[in-house]
């Protein structure tokens, strides 16, 4: 039976959407003088009116306190600001520069929502297909799951995402996937997790739905395109050369955690993010993919585990939305709502202002719980608030 002659649920009728999408010349796409491929242009100088603004955003983002050891404060590494497709400001700390790769941690979720879009869009996947066609498992029952279920972090999967100061470490699945026994094969050890819900009526982050969804694209995608398939499809296209990502066991990356790459290569992300997911002389991701993935997902509405008010989460991206009937104010209430952002452990971010054209990056080493993105935020807007 082929893909369109099956009942069309809404999850298919999104799949087939975005899969007829491509491809597509850039005639959809928004103008641009210039696409950061090889590098950004710079205009540091149209911020050099701010100082005032500029020395308080400092103060906050680069403030160390106490000794280096003992991590505690704010503590950011790199700092960049790309206005209108420029990068107007740009600074490091504790030893970094332009050249060095930085650990994206959970960052890496949302590169791994970019190759599924990509995925979908050359056909190999359908959001509503069950993980058994692209991967192995022992229980049967992990057959309900589907690609969109993942994206959702709404699996159902009985997983438990608490890191070193979340509790007993034998009963972290994140921990145990990453450092234990998971690590030889990561998507079968959380398929092998059993369900606590019936998948897409719950919602629970979880490292583990995205890591699987990795599997999932790599069991689709590595027959035709080999096991690098994530630079030809990505990497290679936004030329994030210092792009790297570390491999389970099975040589399959690791979906949830381990890109490293320079701040101005993460950047590009959230530029491809800005565009509609087009880059250049054409699209990149499906036409209505960064607007779904940017929504509020519908397991979040329906239940939630290990919540909190700032936990606003789309398609493997951080929102500044409400949740409707759950809560009503912004997480981040200095911010246009509608940013949104791909956030890491320790503080890392590429959060993207539509309204304001503004890309902000930061990556840090936070510890100590100091630190609010809603804070730096509100001081880089107040930099390029105005600016000509």
């Known amino acids: 039976m082929s893909r369109l002659s099956k009942k069309l649920t809404l999850p298919a009728l999104?799949?087939?959407?975005?899969?007829?999408?491509?491809?597509?010349?850039?005639?959809?796409?928004?103008?641009?003088?210039?696409?950061?491929?090889?590098?950004?242009?710079?205009?540091?100088?149209?911020?050099?009116?701010r100082a005032a603004q500029l020395q308080a955003m400092e103060d906050y983002a680069?403030?160390?306190?106490?000794?280096?050891?003992?991590?505690?404060?704010?503590?950011?590494?790199?700092?960049?600001?790309?206005?209108?497709?420029?990068?107007?400001?740009?600074?490091?700390?504790?030893?970094?520069?332009?050249?060095?790769?930085?650990?994206?941690?959970?960052?890496?979720?949302?590169?791994?929502?970019?190759?599924?879009?990509?995925?979908?869009?050359?056909?190999?996947?359908?959001?509503?297909?069950?993980?058994?066609?692209?991967?192995?498992?022992?229980r049967r029952e992990s057959c309900a799951i589907t690609v969109q279920n993942l994206l959702e972090f709404g699996s159902g999967l009985d997983w438990h995402e608490n890191y070193e100061n979340g509790g007993s470490y034998q009963t972290s699945s994140v921990l145990a996937m990453l450092y234990g026994e998971g690590r030889k094969d990561m998507a079968s050890f959380v398929a092998s997790h059993p369900l606590r819900d019936k998948p897409g009526t719950a919602w629970n982050y979880s490292s583990g739905d995205t890591t699987l969804l990795a599997g999932v694209l790599d069991g689709a995608l590595r027959p035709s395109l080999g096991k690098d398939w994530a630079w030809p499809l990505l990497f290679d296209v936004l030329g994030m050369k210092s792009a790297t990502w570390e491999r389970d066991g099975k040589g399959v990356v690791v979906g949830s955690s381990y890109v490293h790459a320079t701040p101005r290569d993460l950047g590009k992300?959230?530029?491809?993010?800005?565009?509609?997911?087009?880059?250049?002389?054409?699209?990149?991701?499906?036409?209505?993919?960064?607007?779904?993935?940017?929504?509020?997902?519908?397991?979040?509405?329906?239940?939630?585990?290990?919540?909190?008010?700032?936990?606003?989460?789309?398609?493997?991206?951080?929102?500044?939305?409400?949740?409707?009937?759950?809560?009503n104010t912004l997480p981040w209430p200095s911010v246009p709502e509608g940013a949104y952002a791909a956030r890491g452990h320790w503080g890392q971010s590429v959060t993207v202002i539509p309204s304001k054209d503004l890309i902000?990056?930061?990556?840090?080493?936070?510890?100590?719980?100091?630190?609010t993105l809603d804070t730096l935020l509100k001081l880089a807007l107040a930099v390029v608030e105005e600016l000509p």
């Open 14 to 49: 999104l799949s087939v959407a975005l899969s007829t999408a491509l491809p597509a010349s850039a005639a959809d796409c928004p103008p641009r003088p210039h696409w950061p491929t090889e590098d950004w242009p710079e205009a540091k100088d149209r911020v050099a009116s």
């Open 62 to 138: 680069f403030k160390l306190e106490g000794r280096d050891e003992e991590r505690k404060g704010v503590r950011t590494d790199a700092l960049l600001l790309i206005h209108r497709g420029q990068v107007v400001y740009e600074r490091y700390g504790r030893g970094f520069d332009a050249s060095k790769r930085h650990l994206a941690w959970s960052m890496s979720k949302s590169f791994t929502n970019a190759l599924t879009g990509i995925a979908v869009g050359r056909g190999a996947v359908a959001l509503d297909d069950s993980i058994c066609q692209h991967v192995q498992v022992k």
């Open 269 to 327: 992300l959230g530029f491809l993010y800005l565009h509609d997911g087009c880059w250049a002389n054409g699209r990149v991701l499906p036409e209505g993919w960064v607007e779904r993935s940017t929504q509020v997902s519908e397991p979040i509405k329906l239940k939630r585990y290990d919540w909190g008010e700032g936990d606003v989460q789309g398609w493997q991206f951080w929102l500044n939305r409400r949740i409707p009937g759950v809560q």
């Open 360 to 371: 902000v990056v930061r990556t840090a080493d936070d510890r100590d719980g100091s630190f």
